[in-house]
């Protein structure tokens, strides 16, 4: 990170408004720029972006903070969800318009979004229209009159980020008011957990006065406005400004101006980005920075080493243009020659970096934490204490109850018609309140995720090896103790803990599950100790809730299995557990045949009639899909049994490798020592063709790497492709090189769009210290997990916030993009150990 400007108190940021401090001074409306509207629809000015609804909300996850009306402000976004909504303070699953279209009237220079709630028979536009100071306007017209019964319901609502805005003051007309840092309240006093507004009544509202960075003015020329703190109902809400729409209203129900402070000349830092885990002497160095298109950017960069005596430059060189990505232009700056092991920082432009190293052992350590703490972190149905910290009692102990049939879960779970199981819904399933790992920032078990973690870890093993021990496990007692070694590898112990709720999946149903899952939203947005999540104990309908008899309950806590039987879902966990049974062949050789049998049995009932694809939760088309899955598990019966059959099996499959090549590359690559020759030259023309497309994709950005455009952020996808590449160099080193493994590390561990943190909380000089764990509550992090990390906001927004926890597509670890990190991590040791 470049080392910022000592941070301004409120009183001299006051001060500067007026006496126009040198790069805060306030521009006057006469030097402020009208907005125009781009190619993209936006409305943009120097300094500020007006995204309008170029992201809709999710017909699953429905508010995720991305979405409607959006502001970026001086290269932050601020502002989201503008937009008609039918809540004050909306929680993440209250009702959303649906998004139908936008248009842009050219006469007037507006962008105007139709929108409804079908639902509510409630359609609507709104219109955006710059005004002539850097302003603009926002109109809410209804198709018709707002019915008395919806007063007071439906009202226009833009939210403002909090950690933009905590410890700053706010103005309504003239009355001032502070931004809590933690909400308390005032709250209604009628039970409904509603909170009351901070500020109300007035017609004028202006956020941070004393701060021209995150200043913005709304004035309202219909209904009064309200200021909410939307945290006081949920931890996950914004400051939230709002005006009700009256009943009657139609045509300018809603009328606003929004007048964000414009600094004049407003210019963006550039962000200088690396390895924060820094360089092996002898491999590739090359920094990049991300310019704003307005800075004056200079063309030369300098490599300073750290000392006793200070800072001393071994090397000046000029800078190479990288080309425009996003709305951001990069250069490189290439310091390979540097060899030397020590402590180094980057200068440009006036600022030095953080310090990094090089020396022969950078990466000797940035995967460890990922297996020793994060993972350990996520084991479900355990205990899991580190020293004095107790991270979670023994959770989920009365797992597990059967999910209803045609039932759509409010997290994307579906049970359709058939239940493929034995048992009735609402009854408990004896048995499966065993291993597992809980998969993100909630704490349901996703089976396909789990076989993933398991393959990941074997995978790691076999190639590279994860001789490393520093937890201690124990599955009889439940308990495991991070930082007490057991004399035990750590990754065994991950590996078996997964196969035992694989296989106890398959012990009850005879198939592969979809999930385990809990049953009401409020137990869902549960934040802490997992073990507090349920009271451990079997529900018993016939007792009263908050009951209890023995082991029962009546308290209805237990979480769903939901147990549709899909093929895709068998074959990853056939995969998973073939590769577990090598794993555990020599520490448990009763587990190491029960996981090898159930494999067999789960592939081969699977050869014959239609694979279905999906997975019942989101239906993932292609990663999961049963024919690149059923590639998968033929390979890792395949590499277990060297059975003919999984041979001719794989030669069958082969057209199917083509055509899913970018997900069945590694396995396909893992099978050729015991595949013929025919085979491997069949390989190798689908990696000639891969590396062609390859390239051709990667030519977008400045990275090197694949970087996803969806909804989700994609350091998953990076890391994977990281390994993936390193299987394909080690079989095909004169078709792939290794620079693709390794600009896939540099860019989870810090050489990435929007700043320079590793991604990997606590791994690298400066890392992601704020993401969306079990304890996002209290603004922390879990050592070891790998966040989204950079999400693209469209049309053109790379973002990646590092002060608010909940914005899950950005922040959220998950248990399978860490152990996939594990294995990239490997992959790049090895790499950089070849240059060396």
Known sequence: MLKALPALSASVALCALTIGLPGLATASRADAQALSVSPAETLEGRGLSVIIDQNQFSPIFFDEKNAGIQIVLHGERIATDGAVRLDKTPEQWAPVPAFLGRSVDRATNTVIVRSAYKAQDLGYRVRVTPEGDGAFRIAVDLDRPLPAAMAGKAGFNLDFLPSSYFGKTFLMDAAGGLFPRHPTGPMAKDGSGDPLPLASGGHSLTLAPEDPLTRVSITSDTGPLSLYDARARAQNGWFVVRSEIAAGAKDDAIVWHVRPNLVKDWVRQPVVSFNQAGYTPGRAKVALIELDPNFPAPREAELVRLGSDGEQVVLH?????????????????????????????????????????????????????????????????????????????PSHLDDARQAPPNHVHFDGYRMGP????????????PGLAVGGFQDAGDYDIQTPENAQVVRDLVWARELYGLDWDETSVDETLRAVEIRKPDGIEDAVQQIRHGTLQLLAQYKVFGHAIVGIIDPALRQYAHLGDAGSQTDGRRFDA???????????????????????????????????????????????PAMADEALAAAKALWARQQSGKIQSGDGRDDSASPRSAEAANVAATVELLLTTRDRIYADTLRRLQPVIARTFAFTAGPAVRALPLMDARYRAAIADAVRAFKTRTDRDLSSNPFGVPITEGSWAGSNQV????????????????????????????????????????????????????????????????????????????????????????LWFENEYTVSTTSAYIL???????????TR
């Open 317 to 393: 060189a000029a800078t190479r243009p990288r080309g425009r990505y996003t709305r951001y232009d990069y250069a490189a700056f290439d310091f390979s020659s540097v060899r030397e092991p020590g402590v180094y920082a980057i200068r440009y432009a006036g600022r030095t970096t953080n310090p990094f190293r090089i020396a022969a052992d950078a990466y000797a350590r940035i995967w460890q934490t990922s297996l020793d703490t994060f993972i350990a972190e996520q084991m479900d149905h355990m205990g899991i204490r580190e020293q004095y910290r107790v991270w979670s009692a």
């Open 418 to 429: 058939n239940l493929d199981s034995p048992f009735k819904p609402g009854e408990h399933i």
């Open 824 to 834: 990239a991590a490997r992959a790049a040791e090895a790499s950089a150990a070849e």
């Open 719 to 806: 890391v994977s492709f990281g390994a993936t590449m390193h299987l394909l160099h080690g079989a095909f080193p004169e078709i792939v090189g290794n620079d693709y493994t390794l600009n896939a590390i540099d860019y989870v561990l810090g050489r990435h769009p929007a700043n320079n943190l590793s991604l990997v909380s606590t791994v690298g000089t400066a890392s992601k210290l704020i993401g969306y764990g079990h304890n996002r509550a209290d603004y922390s992090f879990i050592p070891g997990g790998l966040v989204p990390g950079v999400l693209i906001v469209k049309p053109d927004l790379p973002e990646a916030k590092t002060d608010w926890p909940f």
């Open 542 to 588: 016939t007792l009263k809730p908050g009951d209890g008899r023995g082991d029962a309950s009546g308290t209805p806590d237990d979480r769903w299995a939901f147990t549709t039987d899909l093929p895709a879902n068998n074959l990853a966990v056939a995969g998973a557990l073939a590769a577990a049974s090598r794993a555990l062949r020599a520490s448990d």
